[in-house]
Structure formats: structure tokens, C-alpha cells
């Protein structure tokens, strides 16, 4: 029992670490707060729900897969190599990918519903 807290202490530290060095995971974090306030106050469903927790893991989880991969590279490849910078920019690009789908998941969720408080 003590080593799994052990565990999950490492694994906060991990999130946090990425807090702390990352602006764009916490650009995330920022919205996922507003994303949570918005199905709140619009009162959304509970699959809408479902749709907007698989978004806010998916870009938490391959944001921090980014960051990892980012720091990796570094570490074992310190001089500029051309396959570190490709690792790079796939990386950079599954977040972006991430990052859309969510996008376009708050856009059909929260839009109609948005439209229809403003009429
Ligand atoms: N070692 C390297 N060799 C070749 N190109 C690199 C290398 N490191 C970075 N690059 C190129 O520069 C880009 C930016 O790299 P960088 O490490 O600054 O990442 P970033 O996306 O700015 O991350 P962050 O700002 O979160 O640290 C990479 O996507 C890649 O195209």
C-alpha cells in the first residue's frame, strides 16, 4: 500500500514538473477549467460529459507525452541531429492533432447551445 502512494507521489511530481516548465500545458489547464464552467452552466449531458473528458485527457496525456519526448531528445541528442528535430515536430504534432479534435468536440457541444442563449 505504501509503495503505490510512493507511486502516485512520482506521478504528481510528473505532472507537476510539466506544470511548472510547460506554458502550453497550462494554457491546457486554463482551458479545461473554462471547458468544465461551460458544461456546467449549460448543463450538458452526461455522453456530452463523456466527450469532453476523453478531449481533456487526450490533450493532458499527449501534451505531457510531448514534453517527455521533448526532454528525452535533449537528453540523449544535446547538438542539433535532424531525426531529433523530425521527433520533435511528430510529437509537437500529436498534440496539435489532440488539440483539434477537442477543438472541434467544444465547437459541436457548446456552439448550438451558445447560439441559442444569444438569440
Ligand atoms: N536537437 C535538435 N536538432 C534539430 N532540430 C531541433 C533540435 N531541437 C529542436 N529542433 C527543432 O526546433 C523545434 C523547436 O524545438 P524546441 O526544443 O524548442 O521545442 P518547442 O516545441 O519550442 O518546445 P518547448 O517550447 O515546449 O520547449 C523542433 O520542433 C525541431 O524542429
Known amino acids: 500500500m505504501k509503495k ?19 506554458l502550453n500545458f497550462r494554457i491546457h489547464l486554463g482551458v479545461t477549467a473554462v471547458a468544465v464552467l461551460l458544461g456546467i452552466w449549460l448543463q450538458i449531458s452526461v455522453s456530452e460529459w463523456q466527450w469532453i473528458a476523453v478531449c481533456i ?15 528525452l531528445v535533449d537528453l540523449v541528442s544535446p547538438g542539433y541531429n535532424e531525426k531529433a528535430g523530425h521527433i520533435k515536430d ?5 498534440v496539435v492533432i489532440a488539440a483539434l479534435f477537442a477543438l472541434i468536440t467544444g465547437i459541436i457541444i457548446f456552439l448550438p447551445r451558445l447560439l441559442l442563449l444569444i438569440r
Open 90 to 94: 511528430m510529437s509537437a504534432g500529436a
Open 4 to 22: 503505490l502512494f510512493r507511486s502516485f507521489g512520482y506521478a504528481f511530481k510528473g505532472i507537476a514538473y510539466t506544470t511548472k516548465t510547460q
Open 57 to 71: 485527457a487526450l490533450v493532458l496525456v499527449t501534451e505531457i507525452f510531448n514534453t517527455m519526448i521533448e526532454t
